[in-house]
């Protein structure tokens, strides 16, 4: 069964810090990734996604994230978190398979707390 | 607001009730989805609607829920003899699969109906 492990459950940084979010998901086969964030009393909300090509994708408010296939990974990075990046962050994947319905596996978030 | 709506946002049911939440996607999105997010967990997928059928469940999807999208519109969620365990966040998502490239697995959600069984 397809999965998807986050390492860090929570993370707190000083504002200006750099951020990494591990991200691993187990599937043999062509993926699609995403990173959702969802703010303090808000609905989840596309942060950045990959489908195909350059493995290195930038997504808003200045986060990209690297897809290594080799290590079945799309780590979320930022070089200067805000206090406003406090947050949850889920990394999920649709597998890419013939009569794919979209449907997308998370993993079980990261909690990121930023310190003013 | 053109984005996902749910209904209610917030509903406390006593045990052995039955529950329906309503899930109002973007316009014109023929995919819909329903996940389930319980506390300290990504969401899980529960089932899938391309326009009014349903092509996919999860198997966490009991026979005591149905869901249903009359007419690929809207769509409910109906959950019979609650249990305590059924307590979590109720998402709902859209996409637009219409969408002749990959942007069509971009899917939309919604604020979410949280249950609480007491």
């Known amino acids: 069964a397809q999965s998807v492990s986050q390492h860090n459950h929570h993370v707190i940084l000083s504002e200006a810090a750099s951020l990494e979010l591990g991200c691993n998901y187990s599937y043999g086969g062509t993926v699609n990734l995403f990173w959702y964030v969802q703010y303090p009393g808000q609905h989840l909300q596309l942060l950045l996604k990959y489908f195909s090509g350059d493995p290195l994708v930038k997504g808003i408010k200045g986060f990209e994230a690297e897809f290594i296939k080799s290590k079945f990974s799309f780590n979320l990075r930022k070089p200067s978190v805000q206090w406003s990046d406090t947050a949850e962050y889920f990394c999920a994947v649709n597998a890419k398979w013939r009569g794919n319905t979209g449907k997308l596996i998370f993993g079980q978030g990261t909690t990121l707390q930023v310190k003013p | 607001d053109t984005g996902v709506s749910q209904d209610p946002r917030h509903k406390i049911t006593k045990r052995g009730q039955n529950v329906t939440f309503r899930c109002d996607p973007i316009s014109e999105h023929n995919r819909l989805y329903w996940y389930r997010q319980t506390l300290g967990q990504g969401p899980e997928f529960l089932t899938y609607?391309?326009?009014?059928?349903?092509?996919?469940k999860s198997r966490l999807l009991s026979d005591r829920f149905s869901a249903e999208r009359p007419k690929g519109s809207f769509s409910t969620l109906e959950i019979q003899r609650t249990e305590q365990g059924d307590s979590a966040m109720y998402l709902c998502?859209?996409?637009?699969?219409?969408?002749?490239?990959?942007?069509?697995?971009?899917?939309?959600f919604g604020p979410g109906t949280r249950l609480t069984v007491t």
């Open positions: 609607f391309q326009n009014e059928a349903q092509l996919e």
């Open positions: 998502a859209s996409s637009d699969q219409k969408l002749r490239d990959r942007e069509s697995y971009e899917q939309y």
